[in-house]
């Protein structure tokens, strides 16, 4: 038997699978469990440039959860360059600066869950 945790629109269920002896493939899962509480978003950081954010908003394009951190405040980014690597259903996904500038802010960290839109970072 193998013990999985599934989340479903927001609901997180905790489900036993037995393994067939002849093909390997499920036979049988039991009911799952009464609905967890789902894990709540991280709240977002604020900005964490000294001299406020920038006037251009870096956003996720897709939900996910921030895998890793390309660029730091201060850094100068070419139209293209990646600022922040985004994870979603197990693949990287780069979200780049939309124009030639300097990194403002970054109002993310490195495991923050993000929707859709969020504003990830800002230049200048």
Do not use: C, H, R, W
Not at 72 to 84: F, H, I, L, T, Y
């Amino acid at each position: 038997m193998k013990n999985y945790t599934i989340t479903v629109n927001g609901n997180v269920y905790d489900v036993t699978v037995e393994e067939g002896a002849s093909s390997g493939a499920p036979v049988a899962a039991k009911a799952p469990a009464a609905p967890k509480a789902a894990p709540k978003a991280a709240p977002a950081a604020a900005p964490k440039a000294a001299g406020g954010a920038g006037s251009v908003k870096i956003e996720a394009g897709a939900a996910g959860k921030v895998f890793k951190l390309e660029k730091k405040v201060g850094d100068a980014v070419k139209k293209g360059d990646a600022v922040v690597i985004i994870e979603a259903m197990k693949m990287e996904i780069p979200v780049v600066a939309p124009q030639d500038g300097t990194v403002a802010s970054v109002d993310v960290a490195v495991g923050d869950a993000v929707e859709a839109g969020a504003v990830l970072a800002t230049l200048n």
